[in-house]
Nanobody
Framework: QVQLVESGGGLVQPGGSLRLTCAAS????????VAWFRQAPGKEREGVAC????????FYVDSVKGRLTISRDNAKNTVYLQMNSLKPEDAAVYYC?????????????????WGQGTQVTVSS
């Protein structure tokens, strides 16, 4: 029984910060690549950040580099997404996803488990 639960979303002004949390149960995330995806109204879901299982290497899409940071705390079986310098275009529902079989990638079909999502709103 695997469950991923995102939390930490909310309303923030442009330039502000949020920290999203992905808490896992029924699975040990040490063995998984974990990614954050987002989906805004009228747009397809896109991967924005990923952390590998092998060496904790991190990967980001160009639009979030330098602003978003993914990390994991294995003792808590949790992955985080620190979001700084937020822009209105960052507003979306953010999902965490876990992939046991491969390295980080941006294709949603690669991932075995998904959370329910948490809403991030960026507005003045």
């Amino acid at each position: 029984q695997v469950q991923l639960v995102e939390s930490g979303g909310g309303l923030v002004q442009p330039g502000g910060s949020l920290r999203l949390t992905c808490a896992a149960s029924g699975v040990t995330l040490d063995y998984y690549a974990v990614a954050w995806f987002r989906q805004a109204p009228g747009k397809e879901r896109e991967g924005v950040a990923c952390i590998s299982s092998s060496d904790d290497s991190t990967f980001y899409v160009d639009s979030v580099k330098g602003r978003l940071t993914i990390s994991r705390d294995n003792a808590k079986n949790t992955v985080y997404l620190q979001m700084n310098s937020l822009k209105p275009e960052d507003a979306a529902v953010y999902y965490c996803a876990a992939d046991i079989f491969g390295p980080c990638g941006w294709e949603s079909s690669e991932f075995d488990y998904w959370g329910q999502g948490t809403q991030v709103t960026v507005s003045s």
